[in-house]
């Protein structure tokens, strides 16, 4: 069974201009996860879709946001890029909503670099 | 609201040396607690978890005790391998609590020497 894709695996971008990263979840998975990781910060939670809707947010600005589509997939868009944007963006897809009990499967990661 | 610390790395040790990992925990209500671990260039994978008090996850030659008396939840391996050289990261999830998803720690990154 394949595993959790995301593409673009490494994107390379300017300040003030956005992007869009886009999770494809493992087969028959219905939650989406997105995750931020950086030296300073760690891994902090983005977001969770489920079921095309956003069942939870973490604490960032406005300028992140998501969606998901009828199939699971997901993307993430973050507009008007700051050089603190850089990062390795993870993405998890789980079978049910995520809860407690629930293993959350991750992608690779998509390297985003704001220069 | 809810947190996770573990130990500073880097840790470096020598192949069949003893691993452990120190990883403690602030939450509301009754956390799952989990180790992942990223390999360089790769995501997270789970590597153990436990739902409840005194709970012990344990894969690969890895262990860990939910202990909530000391709010802990430590990684352990007896004889560590090369090919155990990472970064591992301890977290969090607590629905009952005020916050949702996976909270990790900062990771400690583990180099084992041949």
């Known amino acids: 069974k394949a595993g959790v894709t995301q593409t673009p695996r490494y994107l390379i971008k300017t300040r003030g201009q956005q992007v869009t990263l886009s999770c494809s979840p493992i087969?028959?998975?219905?939650?989406v996860s997105w995750y931020q990781q950086t030296p300073g910060q760690g891994l902090q939670f983005l977001f969770e879709?489920?079921?095309?809707?956003?069942?939870n947010k973490g604490n960032f600005p406005g300028r992140f946001s998501g969606r998901q589509f009828s199939n699971s997939r997901s993307e993430m868009n973050v507009s008007t890029l700051e050089l603190g944007d850089s990062a390795l963006y993870l993405c998890?897809?789980?079978?049910?909503?995520?809860?407690?009990?629930?293993?959350?499967?991750f992608g690779p990661g998509t390297r985003l670099t704001v220069l | 609201g809810d947190s996770v610390t573990q130990m500073e790395g880097p840790v470096t040790l020598s192949e069949e040396a003893c691993l452990t990992i120190?990883?403690?925990?602030?939450?509301?209500?009754?956390?799952?607690l989990f180790w992942y671990v990223q390999y360089p260039g790769e995501g997270l994978q789970l590597l153990l978890k436990?739902?409840?008090?005194?709970d012990k996850g344990s894969n690969k030659g890895f262990e860990a005790t939910y202990r909530k008396e000391t709010t802990s939840f430590h990684l352990e391996k007896g004889s560590v391998q090369v090919s155990d050289s990472a970064v591992y990261f301890c977290?969090?999830?607590?629905?009952?609590?005020?916050?949702?998803?996976?909270?990790f720690g900062k990771g400690t990154k583990l180099s084992v020497k041949p």
């Open positions: 998890a897809s789980s079978l049910v909503a995520s809860s407690s009990y629930n293993e959350q499967f």
């Open positions: 087969s028959g998975h219905r939650s």
């Open positions: 879709y489920f079921s095309e809707t956003q069942r």
């Open positions: 120190n990883c403690t925990y602030t939450a509301t209500g009754y956390p799952s």
């Open positions: 436990a739902t409840k008090a005194d």
């Open positions: 977290a969090l999830s607590n629905y009952g609590g005020s916050q949702g998803n996976l909270i």
